[in-house]
């Protein structure tokens, strides 16, 4: 049905930026939400930032001043701009949306999940 697509990752130096974006393709009748998460090393999914349909945005408190999340809904893809960036933001992030797609002439709702990118932050 619906096919999300990341890219943007790679190694970063400490105090670099770099920007991720996450495209969904397919059949899609409407997305309802959009956001990021990320898996540390050796830890377990956690939110970084989600933005509605309606185009507000939350960032987690922790990293609130240094992430952005923006979309463009005509292109159904989000961003994350990610600045003052440390080692300890080092993970895979993973992008997540939840839509409607027309399957067989119906609308179903599910939640998509892109491929995973990894950044590295480091000397």
């Known amino acids: 049905q619906v096919q999300q697509v990341e890219s943007g990752g790679g190694w970063v130096q400490p105090g670099g930026s770099v920007i991720l974006s996450c495209v969904a393709a397919?059949?899609?009748?409407?997305?309802?939400?959009m956001a990021w998460y990320r898996q540390l090393p050796g830890k377990s999914l956690e939110l970084v930032a989600n933005?509605?349909?309606?185009?507000?945005?939350n960032v987690e408190d922790s990293l609130k001043g240094r992430f952005t999340i923006t979309s463009d809904n005509a292109k159904n893809t989000v961003y994350l701009r990610m600045n003052s960036l440390e080692s300890e933001d080092t993970a895979v992030y993973y992008c997540?949306?939840?839509?409607?797609?027309?399957?067989?002439?119906?609308?179903?709702?599910?939640?998509?999940w892109g491929q995973g990118t990894q950044v590295t932050v480091s000397s």
């Open positions: 933005v509605s349909s309606e185009g507000t945005t």
């Open positions: 397919g059949n899609i009748f409407r997305i309802n939400a």
């Open positions: 997540y949306a939840d839509a409607w797609a027309s399957v067989s002439g119906a609308y179903h709702w599910s939640e998509y």
